[in-house]
């Protein structure tokens, strides 16, 4: 499996499946883009922004649904192994996405795995055990979440650093040095993460000590 970042904004994702397991992840997509989820009941579960549909398609109907959303992601999120067999397919005759949250043995063609991710401003750390193990990426997640602190502040920061060192002139070989040194830096990192330090200034000490140092 390659892991790819899928950007979803515009598109819609249809869900199969009102359970924790579609409501968890309607709730990850609504975050995102269009989702909508289609089952009998909803209980009082948590969906997020998602439009919800209240039936129960027979696998036959599938295809209809999946044709009237026009979607880019299907979820096979139902407890019902014929209707999550029927999206499965519907999903591959359109050559749509489709995530099977009741299997992770052998994947069909098109299948996508949801991963455990954290996020930290524009940086997503995703895990994936290619579903051999569902609770081993939701520890690691959460071990990664800790050190992920600061990260999203240290991305813009080194944004903004790289557009300003070629805006100076600076040679890519020496840019490199530099933003390379800050993201490693531990000061940088300390001063990302309390809120009166100044990480700009200490990006500009490492930059000033990795030059002297080339
Ligand atoms: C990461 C995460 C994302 C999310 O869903 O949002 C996710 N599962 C999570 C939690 C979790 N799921 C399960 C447990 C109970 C412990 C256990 O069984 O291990 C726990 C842990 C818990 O609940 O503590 C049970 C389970 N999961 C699947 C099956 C079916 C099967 O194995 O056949 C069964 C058995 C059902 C049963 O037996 O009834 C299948 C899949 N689950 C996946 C993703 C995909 C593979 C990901 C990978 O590559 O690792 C895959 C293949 C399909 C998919 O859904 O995309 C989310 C953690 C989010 C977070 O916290 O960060
Ligand atoms: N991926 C995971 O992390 C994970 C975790 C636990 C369980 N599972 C598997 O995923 C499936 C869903 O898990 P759950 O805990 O949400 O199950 P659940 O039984 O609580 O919920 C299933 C939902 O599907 C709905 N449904 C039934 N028939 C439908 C139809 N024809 N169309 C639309 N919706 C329909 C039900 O009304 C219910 O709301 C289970 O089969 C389970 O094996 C996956």
């Given at each position: 499996?390659?892991?790819?970042?899928?950007?979803?904004?515009?598109?819609?994702?249809?869900?199969?499946?009102?359970g924790?397991?579609?409501?968890?992840?309607?709730?990850?997509?609504?975050?995102?883009?269009r989702?909508?989820?289609?089952?009998?009941?909803?209980?009082?579960?948590?969906?997020?922004?998602?439009?919800?549909?209240?039936?129960?398609?027979?696998?036959?109907?599938?295809?209809?649904?999946?044709?009237?959303?026009d979607?880019?992601?299907?979820?096979?999120?139902?407890n019902?192994?014929?209707?999550?067999?029927?999206?499965?397919?519907?999903?591959?005759?359109?050559?749509?996405?489709?995530?099977?949250?009741?299997?992770?043995?052998?994947?069909?063609?098109?299948?996508?795995?949801?991963?455990?991710?954290?996020d930290?401003?524009?940086?997503?750390?995703?895990?994936?055990?290619?579903?051999?193990?569902?609770?081993?990426?939701?520890?690691?997640?959460?071990?990664?979440?800790?050190?992920?602190?600061?990260?999203?502040?240290?991305?813009?920061?080194?944004a903004?650093?790289?557009?300003?060192?070629?805006?100076?002139?600076?040679?890519?070989?020496?840019?490199?040095?530099?933003?390379?040194?800050?993201?490693?830096?531990?000061?940088?990192?300390?001063a990302?993460?309390?809120a009166?330090?100044?990480?700009?200034?200490?990006?500009?000490?490492?930059?000033?000590?990795?030059?002297?140092?080339?």
């Open positions: 499996m390659v892991p790819l970042v899928h950007d979803l904004s515009g598109e819609t994702v249809l869900v199969f499946g009102g924790p397991v579609g409501a968890r992840k309607a709730r990850r997509f609504a975050r995102e883009t989702t909508v989820v289609v089952s009998p009941e909803f209980a009082d579960r948590e969906f997020g922004e998602s439009e919800l549909v209240r039936a129960a398609p027979e696998p036959d109907d599938v295809a209809d649904w999946v044709e009237r959303f979607p880019v992601l299907v979820v096979a999120a139902t019902d192994s014929d209707v999550n067999d029927a999206v499965v397919a519907a999903a591959q005759a359109r050559g749509v996405l489709v995530n099977r949250a009741d299997e992770s043995g052998d994947r069909d063609a098109g299948s996508v795995v949801v991963p455990a991710t954290v930290d401003g524009t940086v997503s750390v995703a895990v994936t055990t290619g579903g051999a193990s569902p609770a081993l990426s939701k520890y690691l997640r959460e071990r990664i979440e800790a050190e992920l602190d600061g990260a999203g502040a240290m991305a813009d920061l080194t903004d650093l790289r557009t300003e060192l070629k805006e100076s002139g600076r040679p890519p070989a020496e840019r490199r040095a530099a933003i390379r040194a800050v993201v490693r830096d531990p000061a940088v990192w300390k990302l993460r309390s009166d330090a100044n990480p700009r200034r200490e990006a500009a000490r490492v930059i000033t000590e990795q030059r002297g140092n080339s």
